[in-house]
């Protein structure tokens, strides 16, 4: 199973990025797929969940108005739609998946991170 996130970069602050999170290796539909960051000299932090389901969706209060994440089963990939960027969002992105999962509780696998760097 491999998980390959993407998309992140330097943005300026109130800025965008959408990052992508695909998947090969597993039975995609199978999976929720959660969105995690890590801020240096900080822990890794839970930032959104789309669930297996029913596709429904989960944000961190630090991100929910300005993120949204959404998936393509066809293409084995989900997105997290980053709005209304700011420095205390800079950090390693990573995305993992859960079988079976809801809300990202208890995951299985995760991908490399991406890099998302907001400048103030």
């Known amino acids: 199973v491999q998980l390959q996130a993407s998309g992140g970069g330097l943005v300026q602050a109130g800025g965008s990025l959408t990052l992508s999170c695909t998947a090969s290796g597993l039975t995609f539909e199978d999976y929720a797929i959660g969105w995690y960051r890590q801020a240096p000299g900080k822990e890794r932090a839970w930032v959104s969940c789309i669930s297996s389901t029913d596709s429904s969706t989960y944000y961190s209060v630090l991100v929910k108005g300005r993120f949204a994440t959404s998936r393509v089963n066809a293409n084995n990939t989900v997105y997290l739609q980053m709005n209304m960027l700011n420095p205390e969002d800079t950090a390693v992105y990573y995305c993992?998946?859960?079988?079976?999962?809801?809300?990202?509780?208890?995951?299985?696998?995760w991908g490399e991170g991406t890099q998302v760097t907001v400048s103030s």
């Open positions: 993992a998946a859960e079988k079976y999962g809801t809300m990202c509780a208890g995951m299985d696998y």
